[in-house]
């Protein structure tokens, strides 16, 4: 049988845990989960490559059913090149579903058949987002209830 490998794209400026969230209720859908940072040069991030790769991949390191990586690009061509049959995205509301289906339909007619698979984020995680969590850090705010601790001892190390 063919092994279930999903991507879950994105810019995770910074990882929440509503993205842990979606990773975590996702893995007995899937044998293996690629948490993919994408890299838009023309697009302007609070943490660096590097420090979100290390953050995202030190809170997974010990788990051999999630890898971490980068690409650049579209995300069709990424989940071809790691034989990635789906992709996974997290819903917080039917704002979420309107743009994230589009992108679905799209993806799937040039993916050759790729799949996304949409999980609800969890209600009391719903409104947690990379946006609101970036401006709460830019103010000095602390942000510990929003993350991972492992992101947050990252994230202190950085600020």
């Not at 969230?21 to 899937?30: H, P, Y």
């Not at 579903?97 to 050759?112: D, P, R």
């Not at 984020?121 to 709460?136: A, E, I, W």
Request: hydrophobic fraction near 40%; aromatic fraction near 12%; charge should be neutral.
């Amino acid at each position: 049988m063919k092994e279930k490998i999903a991507v879950f794209p994105g810019s995770f400026d910074p990882f929440t845990l509503g993205h842990e969230n979606i990773v975590q209720r996702a893995l007995v859908l899937f044998d293996k989960i690629i948490i993919a940072l994408g890299e838009n040069s023309s697009k302007k991030y609070f943490f660096d490559i590097e420090k979100r790769y290390r953050m995202i991949h030190n809170l997974y390191k010990d788990n051999s059913q999630i890898e971490v990586d980068v690409f650049k690009g579209l995300t069709v061509d990424f989940c071809k090149e790691k034989g990635a049959h789906f992709l996974l995205r997290g819903l917080r509301n039917s704002s979420d579903f309107n743009y994230e289906s589009t992108i679905a339909m799209l993806n799937n007619k040039m993916g050759g058949g790729i799949e996304t698979v949409f999980l609800i984020t969890d209600p009391g995680l719903s409104f947690y987002s990379s946006t609101v969590v970036r401006d709460f850090l830019k103010a000095g705010k602390d942000c510990s209830s929003f993350l991972a601790p492992a992101v947050w001892k990252e994230i202190l190390n950085e600020v």
